[in-house]
């Protein structure tokens, strides 16, 4: 069975940091880039970063840019998010995503036009 699976978030104070994990069973991650993107209520889903399989090359939204890294480590099957310098307007769920109907497809930004993400893990920055 195809799953990403997120998890790694929490309850953390302003200025604190987080590490999300992107877990992929059923299919083999070395194959596709990988997106995060965030959601927080009531607004509109918010591309956050990629990072392309081939060359390892990332993206951030300039939101999160210098304070979140994405990483990969294929011998695990996961992508990894850190996030430092976390601030309330941080606060949403995250997904993580990929194309499954386009293997080798690079990302150029972050995008959110994947068709497979997960059930997302909250992360919420508050004192």
């Known amino acids: 069975q195809v799953r990403l699976v997120e998890s790694g978030g929490g309850l953390v104070q302003p200025g604190g940091s987080l590490r999300l994990s992107c877990a992929a069973s059923?299919?083999?991650?070395?194959?596709?880039?990988v997106n995060w993107f965030r959601q927080a209520p009531g607004k509109e889903r918010e591309g956050v970063s990629c990072?392309?399989?081939?060359?390892?090359?990332?993206y951030y939204a300039d939101s999160v840019k210098g304070r979140f890294t994405i990483s990969r480590d294929n011998s695990k099957n996961t992508v990894y998010l850190q996030m430092n310098s976390l601030s309330p307007e941080d606060t949403a769920v995250y997904y993580c995503?990929?194309?499954?109907?386009?293997?080798?497809?690079?990302?150029?930004?972050?995008?959110?036009?994947?068709?497979?993400w997960g059930a997302g893990t909250q992360v919420t920055v508050s004192s």
């Open positions: 995503a990929t194309d499954l109907s386009f293997p080798g497809r690079k990302c150029r930004g972050p995008t959110l036009d994947y068709d497979y």
């Open positions: 059923g299919f083999s991650l070395d194959y596709y880039s």
């Open positions: 990072i392309n399989r081939d060359d390892g090359s990332t």
